[in-house]
């Protein structure tokens, strides 16, 4: 049987094998945004601080860890990377507390120590029931950090909420055009669920902004950064780590950038 009586059908096969791919891609979108959800609690030795836990608006418990500042001190209100959980930022805790600022780090929603399933409007929410939870808590000023997916609710929280400052290190200007930049063979402006609009809200931050990016970083684009940077209200400061990637960027010269920024809005910089 000659092979030429197949050839018409290959182009359905190419079709179809596309068509069956993005539905995976869009099935599976969730578990790729959120690979941390799945990670196993940390040992009780490990941890530092002390567990606390929040309530959100719509019923869910967030499990945090919160090192507490001293009087007169402010807190860092700290969102983490979508792989990352609380326990992994002792060395920040340790740096922040020999200066007396406080450090909370929440586990979003279906995160290790968290109840539910994380969404973008459940990040957004937890990130704001965090700051409530915060400012009940302390009457210090907040300084919201958020690093890489969490950029994206140190964000809008900023933008919701009076914190006095805000760090942002490996910044998108969405997920959306980050998601774009690496899978750009699907229809993602239709697919994707939690586009992370940060170019939208950027402007409602009218807080001191630190943004920190590493040059060579492959997972969100120095130029992602760059982008929402420019589009930030002032004021506005950008540090560009030259030999850094997006992994590498937690080193001590990113937490001495950190305090000296903190320090510098508390008044107290030495």
């Known amino acids: 049987m000659s092979a030429t009586r197949y050839l018409p059908i290959l182009p359905?096969?190419?079709?179809?094998a596309y068509i069956s791919l993005v539905g995976l891609v869009y099935l599976s979108q969730r578990a790729i945004l959120y690979p941390g959800a799945s990670a196993t609690p940390a040992p009780e030795h490990a941890r530092w601080g002390e567990t606390i836990r929040v309530k959100t608006p719509d019923g869910e418990t967030l499990q945090g860890l919160y090192g507490q500042e001293d009087p007169g001190k402010p807190c860092v209100l700290l969102f983490f990377g979508n792989g990352d959980r609380v326990d992994n930022y002792e060395f920040l805790a340790q740096a922040l507390?020999?200066?007396?600022?406080?450090?909370?780090?929440?586990?979003?929603?279906?995160?290790?120590?968290?109840?539910?399933s994380p969404s973008e409007k459940g990040l957004l929410t937890d990130g704001i029931a965090a700051?409530?939870?915060?400012?009940?808590?302390?009457?210090?000023?907040?300084?919201?950090?958020?690093?890489s997916l969490g950029t994206g609710v140190a964000v809008n929280t900023a933008g919701k909420r009076p914190a006095v400052g805000v760090i942002l290190v490996s910044p998108y200007l969405s997920v959306?055009?980050?998601?774009?930049t690496h899978y750009p063979f699907f229809p993602v402006t239709l697919l994707i669920k939690d586009p992370f609009r940060s170019d939208l809200k950027?402007?409602?931050?009218r807080q001191p902004k630190l943004f920190i990016h590493g040059r060579h970083d492959e997972s969100i684009p120095l130029s992602s950064g760059?982008?929402?940077?420019?589009?930030a209200p002032e004021p506005k400061q950008l540090l560009v780590?030259?030999?850094?990637g997006h992994n590498d960027i937690l080193n001590d010269s990113m937490v001495g950038d950190v305090i000296r920024f903190v320090e510098a809005l508390n008044g107290s910089a030495s």
């Open 12 to 16: 359905l096969m190419a079709v179809f």
């Open 97 to 116: 507390a020999a200066r007396g600022i406080g450090l909370l780090a929440i586990s979003y929603r279906g995160y290790p120590g968290s109840t539910g």
């Open 131 to 147: 700051f409530d939870w915060l400012s009940a808590r302390s009457r210090s000023e907040i300084v919201v950090l958020g690093r």
């Open 176 to 180: 959306l055009s980050v998601a774009q």
């Open 202 to 205: 950027i402007t409602s931050v």
């Open 226 to 231: 760059q982008a929402l940077y420019r589009i």
């Open 241 to 244: 780590y030259d030999g850094a």
